[in-house]
C-alpha cells in the first residue's frame, strides 16, 4: 500500500448488514465524546456519553452515504467531513451522498460549537474513511485469491496492477459485508491527498443560492399553527395581567396561552410569557401588539446598564481572587501604567431568527425540525420540558441561517414542543428580530483592569490582569457570581506574555440577563484589553507597535498555564498535542504586518494596528488600516488577517471565514452594544443594533493560511478577537486618541 503509514487504531469500527444492500461503518470514539471546554449545564451530560458520531454506508450502487452529525450554518461542514472520509477511502467525490443526522447520543457529540467539528473529529473521520477502504481491497484480495498487499485502491475502485483487474465499491459490497474487520487501519501519506487541503465547492452551494435550502423557519406541516410569545422585558419577570380578548378579536387568532413561568436557573428552558397561536405568523404578531401586559419585572427589574458598567469597573479595579501567579506582580518598579478596558452586552444576532416546528405523534412522542446547532441538547431539552424519555424525541436539523452560539440553546424549540402538546397540532414558533436581541443569551458585558511595572530601561517587569464579567455559568446554577473554569482559559490564563512577574484575577460580577456565548466568547473581550494595552504600553516607551508585541510574546516556548497555578483545560484538548506555543503566535505577527507592509508611509491622518490571539488552538494575527474623515468618522480601509490552524481541510471555507470574522469583529468593535434599563434590554433590530454595513465594510479584507502540519486548530471562532484590538490601535495610530471602551460610535467615530 504505497503513500500509506500505518497508525495504531485507539478507536473501533462497527459493521454491520443494512437492509437495501449495503455496508455500514459506526465509528465510536471515547474521547471524542467528552465534554468541550465550552460544555455546561444539560450539554455536558450529553456530550459526555460513549457513542457512535459517524457513520458510513457504501451502497451496491457505489454510492456512499455520509450521515453528517454536524449542523450547517454557511460555514460548509456538510463538505469538510466528507472530504476527510472521501480521501482517505480514495471514493470519488462525485459518488458522495451527504445525509443530515438527527439528533441523537450514538453520534457522541453534535453541538457544532466552540470550532469542535475538524478538530475533534479529523483522526476520526480519516479512520473511518481508511477502513472502509481497507476492508473493500480486503474483499478485493479475497475475490480475486491475491495477497492484499498487491491490491491498491483509487479512484472508487480496487485495483491489482498484476494482473490488471479492478472492481468497483459498489460491486465488494456483499462479499465485504463477509470479510473479517480489519484490526488496523492505514493513514495516507499527507502527500497523497486528493481533497484534504483542497478548495472544494460546498454540495449545498446550490440550495443557499437559488433558495432551494430548507431552514428553520420553512417547515410545513399539515394543521400547523403558528405561535408568536410575548415575553416580560427583564429576565425572570412574570405576567401580571393581560388582554386576552384584544388580542382573540384580530383575524386569524385561534387561541391565547400563558406559558410555564421562567425557572431559576434559566438553563435552556421555558421562560414565561404568553403565546399567540394563529393561522399564519403575521396574525400572531399582530395580536401580541393588543396583548397589553403588565408585567411583574421581577428581581431584575432595576437592572440598568449605566450604572452596572460602574459597579462593574469597580469590582475589576479592586483586587480580586487570584487564578494564576507568576513570580510577584507586586514588585516594586520605575514607573507603573494602568488601564481599564470596557466591553458591552452582545447579541449573537444570526441573520435567520430561532424557528422550530413540533409536532406530537398519536404514541406521544415528539418530533421537532429546527435550525439548532446542538440537536443532542435539544432533544434532551424537549425530553425533560414534555416528560419524555430521549427516545421519544426525533429533532430533524434544518440549515442554520447563521449561528454564532445562539442556536444551541434550544429554548425556542422547547416553546414549540411545549404547545405542540398544549394545543394538540403541530406548532411553528418564530421568534422577530426583536424577540432574539432582547430576550435571548446574551454575550457577556465585561471590565478589565490591567497595571504594567517597568523598569529603568522601559521593560515590563510585573503585569496585573483583573477581569470582571457575569458567567455563563449562572445561566445554569443559581447565586453564580465568579466566572467558570473553562471562561478562564478563554484569553486569561493563557497570555502569552514573556513577563517574569505576572498575576490574573478574577472578580465578583452578577448575572441579570440570560448570559450565553458568542462567536468565541471570552476570548473577544479579554483579545480587546489585552492587545489594547500592549499596544498602550509600547507608545508609552516610544517602540513600534509591532516590536513590541513580538518582544511581549517572547522567544518561541510552549506555555502551561499549569506551572504559575492556573487551572487549564485547553478547550477540552491535550497541551502536549495542542501547546500553548508563543513561536506560532509570533509567526502570525511577522506574517500579516508582511502582508500589510507595516512600516510603509502612509497618507496623512492614516494609522495601521497591530493584534494577535491565541484561541479554541488556532493563532491568528490582524493589521487594520483607518483614518478619520473630514466629519470626524472613523473608515476602516483595508484589513489583513492572518491564521495557523494547522492542518487545513478546506482552504476556501477557512479563506471565508476569516473574511466573516472581520466583519463580525468591526461590527463588535464600532457598534456592537446592548444597554438595559428598568431590567430590559432596549435594543431589538438593525436600526438600534446595528451591523456594518456596505459604505462602511473595508475596500479589502486580505486573508492567508499558514502552512502547517500540525493537529487542526479551530477556525471558526479564532479569527474575530484580535480585529476590534488592531482597530482601536489603528486609530490611536491615526489620532493620538486611546480608546479603552467599546463601540466606537459611542465616541462619535461611526
Known amino acids: 500500500m504505497s503513500g500509506l503509514k500505518k497508525i495504531n487504531r485507539r478507536e473501533f469500527l462497527k459493521r454491520t448488514g443494512q437492509a437495501g444492500g449495503g455496508l455500514v461503518f459506526a465509528l465510536t470514539f471515547a474521547s471524542a465524546c467528552q465534554p468541550d471546554s465550552q460544555a455546561v449545564g444539560p450539554a455536558a451530560k450529553a456530550a459526555a456519553s460513549v457513542a457512535p458520531n459517524v457513520y458510513v454506508n457504501i451502497r451496491n450502487d457505489g454510492i456512499v452515504e455520509i450521515y453528517c452529525h454536524r449542523s450547517e450554518m454557511g460555514q460548509g461542514i456538510r463538505t469538510s467531513l466528507p472530504q476527510v472520509i472521501a480521501d482517505e ?10 445525509i443530515q443526522a438527527t439528533g441523537h447520543e450514538k453520534y457522541g457529540d453534535q453541538n457544532t460549537d466552540g470550532s469542535t467539528s475538524i478538530r475533534r473529529h479529523f483522526d476520526l473521520l480519516r479512520n473511518a474513511g481508511a477502513t472502509a477502504r481497507d476492508m473493500m481491497i480486503a474483499a478485493a484480495a479475497s475475490t480475486w485469491s491475491v495477497p492484499v498487499e498487491e491490491c491498491t485502491a483509487r479512484e472508487h475502485a480496487v485495483h491489482h496492477e498484476a494482473s490488471g483487474q479492478s472492481i468497483g465499491y459498489g460491486d465488494l459490497v456483499e462479499t465485504a459485508t463477509e470479510m473479517p474487520q480489519p484490526e488496523n487501519a492505514t493513514f495516507k501519506a499527507r502527500e497523497d491527498y486528493r481533497y484534504i487541503g483542497k478548495s472544494m465547492d460546498t454540495i449545498d452551494g446550490m440550495a443557499f443560492t437559488t433558495g432551494g435550502g430548507m431552514y428553520g423557519i420553512d417547515t410545513v406541516l399539515p394543521d400547523m399553527v403558528y405561535a408568536s410569545i410575548e415575553r416580560c422585558p427583564a429576565f425572570g419577570g412574570t405576567a401580571k395581567s393581560y388582554d386576552e380578548a384584544a388580542a382573540r378579536a384580530v383575524a386569524g387568532v385561534i387561541n391565547v396561552i400563558r406559558m ?56 475589576a479595579s479592586a483586587p480580586g481572587t487570584p487564578v494564576l501567579t507568576r513570580g510577584d506582580a507586586d514588585i516594586a518598579t520605575d514607573r ?55 427516545e421519544q424525541v426525533t429533532v430533524n436539523v434544518t440549515l442554520l441561517g447563521g449561528g454564532f452560539g445562539r442556536k444551541s440553546k434550544p429554548d425556542f424549540i422547547a416553546e414549540a414542543a411545549w404547545l405542540a402538546r398544549e394545543v394538540g397540532r403541530p406548532v411553528k414558533v418564530t421568534w422577530t428580530r426583536e424577540d432574539d436581541i432582547r430576550h435571548g443569551y446574551q454575550h457577556s458585558v465585561s471590565a478589565q483592569y490591567f497595571r504594567a511595572g517597568l523598569d529603568a530601561d522601559d521593560n515590563t517587569v510585573s503585569l496585573l490582569h483583573r477581569t470582571s464579567f457575569p458567567s455563563i455559568a449562572s445561566t445554569f446554577a443559581p447565586g453564580v457570581t465568579g466566572p467558570s473554569g473553562f471562561e478562564l482559559d478563554l484569553g486569561l490564563l493563557d497570555a502569552p506574555w514573556h513577563v517574569p512577574n505576572m498575576r490574573a484575577e478574577t472578580c465578583d460580577a452578577t448575572a441579570h440577563v440570560r448570559i450565553g456565548w458568542l462567536r468565541s466568547v471570552c476570548n473577544v473581550f479579554h483579545a480587546f484589553g489585552s492587545c489594547g494595552f500592549v499596544d498602550e504600553l509600547a507608545y508609552a516607551k516610544g517602540r513600534d507597535p509591532k516590536e513590541h508585541l513580538l518582544e511581549m510574546i517572547g522567544p518561541p516556548r510552549k506555555i502551561d498555564p499549569g506551572a504559575d497555578g492556573g487551572k487549564y483545560t485547553n478547550y477540552g484538548q491535550d497541551l502536549d498535542v495542542h501547546p500553548v506555543d508563543t513561536g506560532r503566535l509570533a509567526a502570525v505577527v511577522e506574517k500579516v504586518t508582511e502582508m500589510a507592509g507595516w512600516g510603509r508611509e502612509l497618507p496623512d491622518g492614516h494609522g495601521l494596528g497591530v493584534a494577535a490571539h491565541r484561541s479554541f488552538l488556532a493563532y491568528v494575527g490582524a493589521v487594520a488600516e483607518v483614518s478619520v474623515d473630514d466629519n470626524g468618522k472613523l473608515v476602516v480601509h483595508e484589513i489583513w488577517s ?32 446592548l444597554t438595559a434599563q428598568d431590567g430590559g434590554i432596549v435594543q431589538g433590530n438593525f436600526d438600534t443594533y446595528p451591523v456594518v454595513r456596505m459604505n462602511e465594510a473595508p475596500a479589502a479584507i486580505h486573508t492567508h493560511i499558514m502552512e502547517s502540519d500540525a493537529p487542526p486548530g479551530g477556525v471558526g471562532e479564532p479569527g474575530t478577537p484580535p480585529i476590534a484590538p488592531a482597530i482601536v490601535n489603528a486609530y490611536f495610530a491615526a489620532s493620538g486618541v486611546r480608546i479603552r471602551e467599546l463601540p466606537l460610535r459611542n465616541a462619535g467615530l461611526t
Not at 89 to 98: L, Q, S
Open 642 to 673: 492572518c491564521i495557523d490552524a494547522g492542518t487545513v481541510i478546506n482552504p476556501d471555507r477557512v479563506h471565508s471565514q476569516l473574511e466573516g470574522a472581520a466583519i463580525f469583529g468591526m461590527s463588535i468593535a464600532m457598534h456592537g452594544e
Open 89 to 98: 477511502m480514495e471514493a470519488d467525490w462525485d459518488k458522495i451522498k451527504v
Open 260 to 315: 410555564p413561568e421562567p425557572t431559576s436557573p434559566p438553563m435552556f428552558n421555558i421562560q414565561g410569557g404568553v403565546a399567540i397561536l394563529a393561522s399564519n405568523t403575521w396574525s400572531a404578531e399582530q395580536a401580541r401588539k393588543k396583548l397589553n401586559v403588565e408585567w411583574d419585572r421581577g428581581a431584575n427589574a432595576e437592572f440598568n446598564s449605566d450604572s452596572y458598567k460602574e459597579e462593574l469597573i469597580a469590582s
Open 336 to 390: 507603573s501604567i494602568d488601564a481599564v478596558y470596557y466591553a458591552p452586552l452582545l447579541s449573537q444576532a444570526p441573520m435567520e431568527p430561532p424557528a422550530a416546528t413540533a409536532r406530537i405523534n398519536e404514541d406521544g412522542s415528539c418530533e421537532v425540525w429546527a435550525c439548532t446547532q446542538d440537536p443532542q441538547t435539544a432533544r434532551n431539552t424537549v425530553a425533560g420540558t414534555l416528560g419524555l424519555e430521549a
